[in-house]
């Protein structure tokens, strides 16, 4: 079994700033990558931010400049600042993380319970 948790979000004012943290736990052999997708009413999921085992990210274009995903190895975490938020950045967040549960794998996807970030005056 493989759980993700998060925390950390909630309600900002346009301009704000928030930090999102999630952390796995469970059965893991490795951690391919760990990320960021969120998912707004009425639109798809969509990919904001990943970081692989190596350090490499990627971003959104939509975030690049205002967002920073960090991943803490060790920790099995990761975590996505975002600045200068807007009324566009609201949707419920989800982490993910790609993984080996065993060494003969396959790879799989694991999705956290989604967490609402509103950015409202």
């Known amino acids: 079994q493989v759980q993700l948790v998060e925390s950390g979000g909630g309600l900002v004012q346009p301009g704000g700033s928030l930090r999102l943290s999630c952390a796995a736990s469970g059965s893991i052999f490795h951690i391919v990558a760990m990320g960021w997708y969120r998912q707004a009413p009425g639109k798809q999921r969509e990919l904001v931010a990943t970081?692989?085992?190596?350090?490499?990210?990627n971003y959104a274009d939509s975030v690049k400049g205002r967002f920073t995903i960090t991943r803490e190895n060790a920790k099995k975490m990761v975590s996505l600042q975002m600045n200068s938020l807007s009324s566009e950045d609201t949707a419920v967040y989800y982490c993910?993380?790609?993984?080996?549960?065993?060494?003969?794998?396959?790879?799989?996807?694991?999705w956290g319970q989604g967490t609402q970030v509103t950015v409202s005056s």
């Open positions: 970081a692989n085992a190596g350090g490499a990210t």
């Open positions: 993910n993380a790609r993984l080996y549960a065993r060494a003969s794998g396959p790879f799989e996807d694991y």
